[in-house]
């Protein structure tokens, strides 16, 4: 069994910054990738960003590039978001998910609790 734990979500103006954290533990080795998904109210889960665990190699959706930073401490078993010059339109609750990899949500067998990240204007 593995389980996440996301944390540092919270409130921020338009223009700022938050980093999302999230432990992993457990069993583990079956994980190829970590993701972080995002979902905003009345819409669906939308994939943001992924990161291969051994090789550290990374990949984003097309509104995340230039402004999102994910990252993976193997030491600690964290994986981070840093979200940066942050808009309205990502406010979202911000899961992390555990899986083979990919941009769809079919491709990660298990996911955190979420965390929110609201984005005021």
């Known amino acids: 069994q593995v389980q996440l734990v996301e944390s540092g979500g919270g409130l921020v103006q338009a223009g700022g910054s938050l980093r999302l954290s999230c432990v992993v533990s457990g069993r583990t080795f079956s994980s190829n990738a970590m993701a972080w998904f995002r979902q905003a109210a009345g819409k669906e889960r939308e994939f943001v960003s992924g990161?291969?665990?051994?090789?550290?190699?990374?990949y984003y959706a097309d509104g995340a590039k230039g402004r999102f930073t994910i990252s993976r401490d193997s030491a600690k078993n964290t994986v981070y978001l840093q979200m940066d010059s942050l808009k309205p339109e990502d406010t979202a609750v911000y899961y992390c998910?555990?899986?083979?990899?990919?941009?769809?949500?079919?491709?990660?067998?298990?996911w955190g609790q979420g965390t929110r990240v609201t984005v005021s204007s």
């Open positions: 998910a555990a899986g083979k990899g990919g941009t769809l949500s079919r491709g990660y067998d298990y």
């Open positions: 990161i291969f665990w051994r090789s550290g190699n990374t």
